[in-house]
Protein backbone atom coordinates (compact mmCIF):
# COMPACT_ATOMS: atom_id res chain seq x y z
CA UNK A 1 0.00 0.00 0.00
CA UNK A 2 0.80 3.73 -0.01
CA UNK A 3 1.83 3.65 3.79
CA UNK A 4 4.26 1.49 3.03
CA UNK A 5 6.33 4.13 0.71
CA UNK A 6 8.65 6.35 2.68
CA UNK A 7 8.38 9.89 2.52
CA UNK A 8 11.76 11.29 0.63
CA UNK A 9 12.75 14.54 -0.78
CA UNK A 10 13.12 14.42 -4.43
CA UNK A 11 16.71 14.93 -6.31
CA UNK A 12 16.51 18.41 -7.77
CA UNK A 13 18.85 18.48 -10.56
CA UNK A 14 19.21 22.16 -11.40
CA UNK A 15 19.47 23.07 -15.26
CA UNK A 16 21.24 26.70 -16.41
CA UNK A 17 19.05 28.88 -18.46
CA UNK A 18 20.96 29.37 -22.03
CA UNK A 19 19.02 32.10 -24.00
CA UNK A 20 19.86 32.57 -27.51
CA UNK A 21 21.88 35.74 -28.95
CA UNK A 22 18.38 36.88 -30.50
CA UNK A 23 16.87 36.21 -26.95
CA UNK A 24 19.56 38.54 -25.00
CA UNK A 25 19.21 41.21 -27.64
CA UNK A 26 15.33 41.60 -27.87
CA UNK A 27 15.55 42.01 -23.31
CA UNK A 28 18.86 44.48 -23.39
CA UNK A 29 16.18 46.14 -26.38
CA UNK A 30 12.93 46.30 -24.26
CA UNK A 31 15.08 47.42 -21.62
CA UNK A 32 16.94 50.30 -23.09
CA UNK A 33 13.69 51.61 -24.52
CA UNK A 34 11.80 51.33 -21.74
CA UNK A 35 14.24 53.29 -19.46
CA UNK A 36 14.31 55.98 -21.91
CA UNK A 37 10.37 56.07 -21.48
CA UNK A 38 9.11 54.60 -24.80
CA UNK A 39 6.02 52.32 -24.28
CA UNK A 40 5.99 48.56 -26.01
CA UNK A 41 3.26 48.04 -28.32
CA UNK A 42 2.07 44.97 -30.20
CA UNK A 43 0.28 45.25 -33.40
CA UNK A 44 -1.46 42.40 -35.35
CA UNK A 45 0.56 40.58 -38.05
CA UNK A 46 -1.98 40.72 -40.46
CA UNK A 47 -3.01 44.10 -42.02
CA UNK A 48 -5.32 45.43 -44.64
CA UNK A 49 -4.16 46.61 -48.42
CA UNK A 50 -5.75 49.97 -47.47
CA UNK A 51 -3.58 50.27 -44.33
CA UNK A 52 -0.61 49.32 -45.92
CA UNK A 53 -1.93 52.34 -49.12
CA UNK A 54 -1.64 54.93 -46.46
CA UNK A 55 1.31 53.97 -45.12
CA UNK A 56 2.83 54.90 -48.49
CA UNK A 57 4.40 50.93 -48.64
CA UNK A 58 5.01 49.25 -51.91
CA UNK A 59 2.23 46.15 -52.81
CA UNK A 60 4.68 44.45 -55.21
CA UNK A 61 6.40 42.37 -52.27
CA UNK A 62 3.68 40.96 -49.72
CA UNK A 63 3.07 38.23 -48.80
CA UNK A 64 -1.01 37.64 -49.08
CA UNK A 65 -3.50 35.50 -47.18
CA UNK A 66 -5.47 33.16 -49.44
CA UNK A 67 -8.72 33.53 -48.06
CA UNK A 68 -8.72 36.20 -45.21
CA UNK A 69 -11.43 35.98 -42.32
CA UNK A 70 -11.80 39.81 -42.90
CA UNK A 71 -10.59 42.45 -45.33
CA UNK A 72 -8.44 43.80 -41.98
CA UNK A 73 -6.51 40.77 -42.38
CA UNK A 74 -5.62 40.61 -45.78
CA UNK A 75 -1.75 40.26 -46.33
CA UNK A 76 1.14 40.09 -43.37
CA UNK A 77 2.77 43.25 -42.51
CA UNK A 78 6.07 44.12 -44.24
CA UNK A 79 6.87 46.33 -42.59
CA UNK A 80 5.96 47.56 -38.54
CA UNK A 81 5.41 51.39 -39.70
CA UNK A 82 1.51 50.87 -40.70
CA UNK A 83 0.53 49.28 -37.16
CA UNK A 84 2.80 51.72 -35.24
CA UNK A 85 0.86 54.61 -37.39
CA UNK A 86 -2.64 53.07 -36.45
CA UNK A 87 -1.51 52.99 -32.74
CA UNK A 88 -0.49 56.49 -32.78
CA UNK A 89 -3.88 57.88 -34.24
CA UNK A 90 -5.57 55.20 -31.84
CA UNK A 91 -4.12 57.24 -28.83
CA UNK A 92 -4.45 60.72 -29.78
CA UNK A 93 -8.06 60.17 -30.92
CA UNK A 94 -8.08 59.19 -26.54
CA UNK A 95 -6.90 62.29 -25.58
CA UNK A 96 -3.49 61.00 -25.79
CA UNK A 97 -1.02 63.02 -27.73
CA UNK A 98 2.54 62.99 -26.30
CA UNK A 99 3.71 59.22 -27.35
CA UNK A 100 6.52 57.52 -27.34
CA UNK A 101 6.12 53.82 -28.75
CA UNK A 102 7.89 51.05 -29.61
CA UNK A 103 7.38 47.73 -31.32
CA UNK A 104 9.58 44.53 -32.07
CA UNK A 105 8.30 42.29 -33.92
CA UNK A 106 8.45 39.92 -36.88
CA UNK A 107 8.28 40.99 -41.11
CA UNK A 108 7.44 39.44 -43.73
CA UNK A 109 8.14 39.48 -47.44
CA UNK A 110 7.76 37.40 -50.53
CA UNK A 111 10.83 36.64 -52.54
CA UNK A 112 9.65 34.69 -55.08
CA UNK A 113 6.59 32.64 -55.76
CA UNK A 114 6.85 30.47 -53.57
CA UNK A 115 9.45 31.61 -51.47
CA UNK A 116 8.74 33.24 -47.99
CA UNK A 117 11.14 35.41 -45.52
CA UNK A 118 9.99 36.28 -42.05
CA UNK A 119 12.71 38.86 -40.29
CA UNK A 120 12.76 40.50 -36.62
CA UNK A 121 12.16 44.61 -36.91
CA UNK A 122 12.38 47.10 -34.36
CA UNK A 123 10.40 50.47 -34.73
CA UNK A 124 10.09 53.58 -32.77
CA UNK A 125 7.88 56.46 -33.49
CA UNK A 126 7.58 59.77 -31.44
CA UNK A 127 5.05 62.69 -31.69
CA UNK A 128 3.71 65.61 -29.74
CA UNK A 129 5.75 66.91 -26.39
CA UNK A 130 8.51 65.75 -24.67
CA UNK A 131 8.70 66.76 -21.49
CA UNK A 132 11.48 69.29 -19.84
CA UNK A 133 13.81 68.16 -17.61
CA UNK A 134 13.51 69.46 -13.52
CA UNK A 135 17.58 69.84 -13.62
CA UNK A 136 17.59 72.16 -16.34
CA UNK A 137 14.64 73.74 -15.69
CA UNK A 138 13.51 73.62 -19.79
CA UNK A 139 10.48 73.77 -20.33
CA UNK A 140 8.23 71.10 -22.37
CA UNK A 141 8.84 71.03 -26.22
CA UNK A 142 8.04 69.89 -29.50
CA UNK A 143 9.59 66.77 -29.96
CA UNK A 144 11.96 66.76 -33.05
CA UNK A 145 14.70 64.68 -35.45
CA UNK A 146 17.51 64.76 -33.16
CA UNK A 147 15.68 63.40 -30.10
CA UNK A 148 14.54 60.17 -32.16
CA UNK A 149 18.25 60.01 -33.33
CA UNK A 150 19.46 60.42 -29.50
CA UNK A 151 17.40 57.25 -28.96
CA UNK A 152 18.83 55.46 -31.87
CA UNK A 153 22.36 56.18 -30.40
CA UNK A 154 21.81 54.89 -26.93
CA UNK A 155 20.14 51.81 -28.33
CA UNK A 156 22.99 51.10 -30.56
CA UNK A 157 26.08 51.56 -27.81
CA UNK A 158 24.03 49.31 -25.60
CA UNK A 159 23.90 46.89 -28.37
CA UNK A 160 27.52 47.22 -29.00
CA UNK A 161 27.83 49.14 -31.95
CA UNK A 162 29.75 52.45 -31.76
CA UNK A 163 30.13 53.59 -35.30
CA UNK A 164 27.21 53.92 -37.22
CA UNK A 165 26.36 56.33 -40.17
CA UNK A 166 23.45 58.70 -41.62
CA UNK A 167 22.98 58.66 -45.45
CA UNK A 168 20.45 61.13 -47.07
CA UNK A 169 17.49 59.28 -48.77
CA UNK A 170 14.93 59.46 -51.31
CA UNK A 171 11.48 58.27 -50.45
CA UNK A 172 8.41 59.28 -50.80
CA UNK A 173 6.96 58.16 -48.25
CA UNK A 174 9.52 60.54 -45.66
CA UNK A 175 9.99 64.33 -45.25
CA UNK A 176 12.50 65.62 -47.75
CA UNK A 177 13.74 67.94 -44.93
CA UNK A 178 14.40 65.27 -42.35
CA UNK A 179 14.80 61.49 -43.54
CA UNK A 180 18.06 58.90 -43.65
CA UNK A 181 19.21 55.73 -44.00
CA UNK A 182 20.87 53.89 -40.99
CA UNK A 183 24.09 52.21 -41.93
CA UNK A 184 26.76 50.48 -39.92
CA UNK A 185 29.92 49.82 -42.12
CA UNK A 186 28.45 51.06 -45.48
CA UNK A 187 25.36 48.03 -44.66
CA UNK A 188 22.04 49.81 -44.45
CA UNK A 189 20.17 48.84 -41.43
CA UNK A 190 17.28 50.87 -41.69
CA UNK A 191 15.67 54.09 -41.70
CA UNK A 192 14.89 57.31 -39.81
CA UNK A 193 12.59 60.33 -41.00
CA UNK A 194 9.64 62.42 -40.28
CA UNK A 195 6.77 60.64 -41.37
CA UNK A 196 5.73 63.03 -44.25
CA UNK A 197 2.56 65.16 -44.30
CA UNK A 198 0.52 63.24 -47.05
CA UNK A 199 1.11 60.10 -45.05
CA UNK A 200 -0.35 61.64 -41.84
CA UNK A 201 -3.13 63.00 -43.36
CA UNK A 202 -4.39 60.11 -44.93
CA UNK A 203 -4.14 58.65 -40.83
CA UNK A 204 -5.48 62.21 -39.85
CA UNK A 205 -2.54 62.73 -37.39
CA UNK A 206 -1.85 66.54 -36.91
CA UNK A 207 1.39 66.59 -35.14
CA UNK A 208 4.83 65.80 -36.81
CA UNK A 209 5.82 62.54 -36.40
CA UNK A 210 8.96 61.14 -36.12
CA UNK A 211 9.99 57.56 -36.52
CA UNK A 212 12.92 54.73 -37.30
CA UNK A 213 12.75 51.39 -38.57
CA UNK A 214 15.95 48.70 -38.15
CA UNK A 215 16.44 45.21 -38.67
CA UNK A 216 17.67 43.54 -35.76
CA UNK A 217 19.27 40.56 -37.64
CA UNK A 218 21.82 43.27 -39.82
CA UNK A 219 22.16 45.17 -36.60
CA UNK A 220 23.19 41.76 -34.56
CA UNK A 221 25.62 41.10 -37.55
CA UNK A 222 27.89 43.91 -36.23
CA UNK A 223 27.52 44.00 -32.60
CA UNK A 224 28.48 42.75 -29.34
CA UNK A 225 26.63 42.22 -26.48
CA UNK A 226 28.76 40.09 -24.69
CA UNK A 227 30.18 41.08 -21.42
CA UNK A 228 33.64 41.13 -20.49
CA UNK A 229 34.72 41.14 -16.37
CA UNK A 230 37.85 42.88 -15.04
CA UNK A 231 39.29 42.34 -12.09
CA UNK A 232 39.12 44.76 -9.29
CA UNK A 233 41.87 47.17 -9.14
CA UNK A 234 44.21 46.49 -6.04
CA UNK A 235 45.07 49.95 -4.95
CA UNK A 236 42.44 52.60 -4.89
CA UNK A 237 42.21 55.51 -7.02
CA UNK A 238 44.03 58.68 -6.06
CA UNK A 239 43.38 62.11 -7.55
CA UNK A 240 45.54 65.69 -6.89
CA UNK A 241 44.87 69.01 -7.57
CA UNK A 242 47.89 70.75 -8.86
CA UNK A 243 48.72 74.24 -9.74
CA UNK A 244 51.43 76.24 -11.33
CA UNK A 245 52.64 79.39 -10.83
CA UNK A 246 55.06 81.63 -12.86
CA UNK A 247 56.30 85.02 -12.85
CA UNK A 248 54.60 87.87 -14.02
CA UNK A 249 56.50 89.34 -16.97
CA UNK A 250 55.30 91.98 -19.19
Same mark, same amino acid.
Given at each position: ?????????????????????????????????????????????? @???????????????????? %??????????????????? %??????? %????????????? %????????? /???????????????????????????????????????? @???????????? /????????????????????????????????????????????????????????????????????????????????????
Amino acid at each position: GYGRIASTIPDIVEQPVRRTIDMIAAHKIRKVLTSLGIDEIITYSL @LSKNLLAMAGISDRDYVEIT %NPLSVEEEIMRPSLMPGLL %NAIVWNI %NRKTKDLKLFELG %NIYSKESAD /KFSERRSLCIGMTGEISGSWVSGACNRQCGFFDIKGVLEV @LLAELGVHDFSL /KEIKDPRFSATARASIEINDVPIGVMAEVSAKILDGFDIKDKVYALEIGIETVLRHSSIEKHFKELPKYPSASRDMSIIVEKKS
